[in-house]
């Protein structure tokens, strides 16, 4: 890709990343991070920017060693990625002109917040027949006040409208 | 009718062993250009579609509305809509236009005039397309690594013996459902010894699938199934609303991801409203992009048979191949489930993929013999190793697998059998004896290997779900038995879990870590001169070159 290109390209995704972020409400999940946008060529991040990577309980990935592994200093809660890391990934792919992409890091990051079990669950609730109406709102809900996950919070609302629509809901089969 | 003896000669071959049937458009038995396919149209009303391929809003499907939310660049799509569709098929051939402006077209049209793109072209003007058109710069394959009794020893040395000929994923799966998380680390800690950098997935249900993931035994997955039409993507149990929230848990942890879809499957399942193959794959395609999911299997997969058994059903594969990754898709492209007894069509169908390279030639190439592959044999295996190497060599096209020499072989299966003795020793599993390891060393099948208590094994995968074991405990069993540079790797697996680097599109590691994709190292293929060329590569070259069977005419013994 020429430099011309990248760069219309990245013009463009942040057009439209200030668009999509402007329509869904307002984002809880405000960046930690205020550097300017990040862009192809500061990836990949783990040989450009290792110092802005951070584990979820704060460690550096230059903490994450063997030896404190072994040792238990660090243990599974710091081998997960964040939001904040999930975001600048996001405007990687963005700037690459992979705005879907951008969007499904959006919602991943969201995710970071809700327990293993409980993200299963709420999975297996958008599988067809498996929930209510209620049901799936009441999930909705839930993401927005519990987990401050407003993207995803509007996928189990669209969800619940489209299957009630298409007869995806819990007796429908 | 007194029969001819070279017709009754011809009977016995292989191909006639083969399936084949005759077109039926109406049961979808049909490559593409099907009788039922729609028109491609769009219709936009205040930035939303209110009409796509023929059908009105009010009609939609649950993936009709799917992809008209979220599966095209709507500010190309009037000008994209309105270029006719051979100018389209023009570009992709041409050198002179780049990857970065067709993909304006390309993202920005609906499934109908994907296949209609498509349909312009034939089988070596595909190929020269995806030449161009995959993500990747450079090209790459993957494996399966499985055996019929589900063997965690030779799990492991078949990882990394597979690791060492050069495939950066690998996939494994169970005969045996509950043997899942035991083969995950078999596969993980095999891999991590024969090759730092390699990922590695375990194919088994979904949710299921996550949770190993959650754990840290697995760092992809792939055989995240979406369906061309409602009803089947249905029995298939998810809508495209649950299948796009699974690809943002995997996100949510740090797991790369991408779609499988394929050719076929509709008509298995029963339901393809009638359409060709190309049209409801244009419609997972679409799906995958929708999704935000990086990457996608496609090209007939588990379903090969049917696209194989009608005519054209090869092109179209290749089609769907190329139309993932017009699309900006990371294509791991097919060329897995077993589909011919015919060694000719077997070659016949990876050719396209092989010549062109795309970012995995094959997902999977069978790293153990057929009989050993428990997702129903692959197209090639092990013992078409050296066939393949030669043909490598002959053409000068990097296909993904290094010719190795058979005492490097012997070395790295008997350190990874070593190596997972240990974690099974740390984690308290079943003990792995010395008589495996040395069998896992020079076997080349599950028959080569002493038989263990598969009771034992499969209650002590359980009861290490239920304990709560992740990827922690493994590394520190590797730390406590003395393999510190295994356990380095995997430790650094989990380092790039929470740096999210191999999320981008088409990434792949090298031995050092250094994360390859779409972002730093994209296609820049613009004819003769340009894009990826394996004597470029010097070092790959070198290997591929040196095939350890060649004579050296410069120092023979007579």
Not at chain 1, 81 to 88: F, G, Q, S, Y
Not at chain 2, 64 to 89: F, H, P, Q, R, V
Not at chain 2, 404 to 417: G, L, M, P, W
Request: hydrophobic share 35%; proline share 4%; with cysteine.
């Amino acid at each position: 890709m020429s430099e011309v290109d990248s760069l219309v390209n990245k013009i463009m995704s942040q057009l439209k990343d200030e668009n999509s972020s402007a329509s869904s409400s307002t984002s809880t999940s405000t960046p930690t991070n205020s550097d300017s946008e990040l862009g192809r060529n500061d990836y990949p991040l783990f040989e450009k920017h290792p110092d802005k990577v951070k584990s979820p309980t704060g460690k550096s990935l230059h903490d994450i060693t063997l030896d404190n592994v072994v040792d238990g200093t660090v243990g599974p809660k710091d081998l997960r990625i964040t939001p904040d890391t999930l975001r600048m990934q996001g405007q990687i792919a963005a700037s690459a002109g992979r705005v879907a992409i951008q969007k499904n890091f959006q919602r991943a990051a969201e995710l970071t917040q809700i327990p293993d079990d409980r993200l299963l669950q709420l999975y297996n609730a958008l599988r067809p027949y498996r929930s209510s109406k209620q049901e799936l709102l009441d999930m909705s809900s839930e993401l927005r006040d519990k987990y401050n996950a407003p993207v995803c919070a509007n996928w189990f609302a669209e969800a619940a409208e489209n299957y009630e629509k298409n007869k995806k809901l819990k007796g429908d089969n | 009718m007194k029969r001819q003896k070279r017709f009754e000669k011809l009977e016995k071959r292989p191909v006639h062993l083969d399936g084949f049937v005759k077109e039926w458009d109406d049961e979808g038995l049909v490559a593409l250009e099907g009788k039922n396919d729609p028109k491609p149209s769009i219709k936009l009303e205040n930035g939303e579609i209110t009409e796509l391929d023929g059908k009105k809003k009010e009609d939609f499907d649950l993936i009709d509305k799917y992809i008209a939310e979220y599966g095209l660049n709507l500010d190309n799509a009037e000008m994209a809509m309105n270029t006719d569709s051979l100018k389209i098929a023009h570009m992709l051939v041409d050198p002179n236009v780049s990857r970065s402006e067709i993909i304006k077209y390309t993202t920005a049209i609906t499934p109908a005039k994907a296949e209609e793109v498509i349909s312009k072209l034939n089988f070596g003007e595909m190929i020269v397309a995806v030449q161009k058109m995959r993500p990747r710069r450079t090209p790459a394959t993957q494996c399966h690594i499985t055996n019929t009794l589900d063997n965690p020893v030779e799990i492991a040395a078949d990882a990394a013996e597979a690791a060492l000929r050069g495939f950066p994923e690998q996939e494994t799966t169970t005969a045996i459902a509950r043997y899942a998380p035991m083969n995950a680390i078999s596969i993980m800690v095999g891999s991590q010894t024969g090759r730092p950098g390699v990922i590695t997935q375990c194919s088994v249900e979904e949710s299921e699938e996550l949770s190993l993931g959650m754990r840290g035994f697995t760092a992809y997955a792939e055989t995240i199934s979406v369906y061309g039409t409602d009803r089947v993507f249905t029995d298939g149990d998810d809508t495209p609303w649950s299948k796009g929230f699974l690809a943002s848990c995997y996100a949510s942890r740090g797991l790369k991801m991408r779609f499988t879809s394929g050719a076929g499957s509709e008509v298995m399942m029963g339901y393809t409203e009638g359409k060709s193959m190309l049209y409801l794959e244009a419609r997972c395609i679409f799906i995958t992009k929708a999704s935000g999911v990086q990457g996608l299997q496609n090209g007939g997969v588990s379903c090969i048979g049917i696209p194989g058994a009608v005519p054209g059903g090869i092109r179209e594969v290749l089609g769907e191949n190329l139309m993932c990754m017009m699309m900006d898709i990371e294509c791991a492209s097919g060329c897995d489930q077993a589909f011919s007894h015919s060694d000719i069509r077997r070659t016949e169908r990876m050719i396209g993929q092989f010549i062109a390279g795309t970012d995995y030639i094959s997902s999977g190439y069978a790293a153990e013999e057929n009989r050993d592959n428990t997702f129903a044999g692959s197209n090639m295996d092990v013992l078409d190793y050296d066939d393949y190497c030669a043909m490598e060599r002959d053409l000068a096209v990097n296909g993904g697998i290094l010719p190795i020499h058979e005492e490097d072989a012997i070395k790295i299966r008997n350190k990874a059998a070593k190596a997972i003795q240990a974690v099974f020793d740390g984690l308290g599993l079943p003990a792995i004896t010395d008589e495996e390891v040395e069998a896992a060393t020079y076997a080349s099948n599950s028959d080569d290997m002493p038989k263990r208590d598969m009771v034992q094994d499969m209650k002590a995968a359980q009861d290490l779900m239920d304990r709560g074991i992740t990827v922690s405990d493994i590394i520190k069993a590797l730390h406590d038995h003395g393999f510190n540079d295994v356990a380095q790797a995997v430790l650094a697996l989990a380092q790039q879990k929470v740096c999210g680097d191999y999320l981008q599109t088409s990434a792949i590691f090298d031995k050092n870590w250094h994360c390859i994709s779409a972002i730093d190292n994209p296609n820049d293929y613009q004819g003769p001169g340009t894009g990826y060329r394996l004597w470029e590569d010097k070092d790959t070259w070198d290997k591929i070159k040196d095939i350890p069977w060649a004579m050296d005419p410069q120092h023979m013994d007579f």
